[in-house]
């Protein structure tokens, strides 16, 4: 038997975690717009992958995880929940990192690159993707839990969640321009999540 929310409740925590994406969206566009307006576009491409990969937005994989993992509603809601939270927290890591730039360093270009090449070639790799997605996903989410946390407490886990997300999107922006060992070695830590 399915654990009953009040439909009221989901409806307001829905609405609030989509909420938090647009407006974290928001706020990256006008901190790239400032900052370096030529990856815009690529950030718009970075959201329109995000969504046909993850587990909500995406029919075919939500149709696989109902079946594969015996999904309920609630787990539904919660995931659609973490989707949005983790759309955030990567846009998020992306401004973050862009907020340092200053077209006057020396660096500048560099860095631009690297955030260009950061979202088109890594973030939108299938598996660097399902990587960070999974790693996160597992950390925060268990289908079979036996305990029930309210959709609050989910809530503040997911927005928790988010702020270390983009605390480790602005790490790897950081270590793959400085120290791509590094880059790896996180990536290799987030694998290892997914099967502990």
């Not at 268990?142 to 886990?157: F, M, V």
Request: glycine residues 2%.
């Amino acid at each position: 038997m399915e654990d009953k929310y009040d439909p009221k409740e989901i409806i307001e925590i829905v609405i609030s975690s989509k909420k938090y994406l647009n407006q974290t969206r928001e706020e990256a566009r006008n901190i790239l717009s400032q900052k370096t307006p030529k990856i815009l576009d690529s950030l718009d491409s970075l959201l329109k992958f995000m969504e046909n990969r993850t587990i909500s937005y995406n029919n075919n994989l939500s149709n696989d995880a109902k079946n594969e993992f015996r999904l309920d509603k609630r787990d539904l809601i919660i995931l659609y929940m973490f989707d949005n939270y983790f759309m955030a927290g990567i846009v998020s890591g992306i401004s973050e990192y862009a907020k340092n730039l200053d077209p006057k360093d020396p660096d500048y270009n560099e860095k631009v690159d690297n955030i260009k090449g950061f979202i088109q070639r890594d973030l939108t790799d299938i598996t660097i993707f399902r990587i960070i997605y999974s790693g996160f996903l597992k950390k925060v989410f268990n289908p079979e839990s036996k305990e029930k946390k309210s959709l609050k407490d989910y809530n503040y886990i997911l927005q928790e969640m988010s702020n270390n997300l983009m605390n480790t999107i602005e790490n790897l922006l950081e270590y793959r321009i400085k120290n791509r060992e590094q880059f790896y070695n996180s990536l290799l830590e987030i694998t290892k999540r997914i099967y502990e």
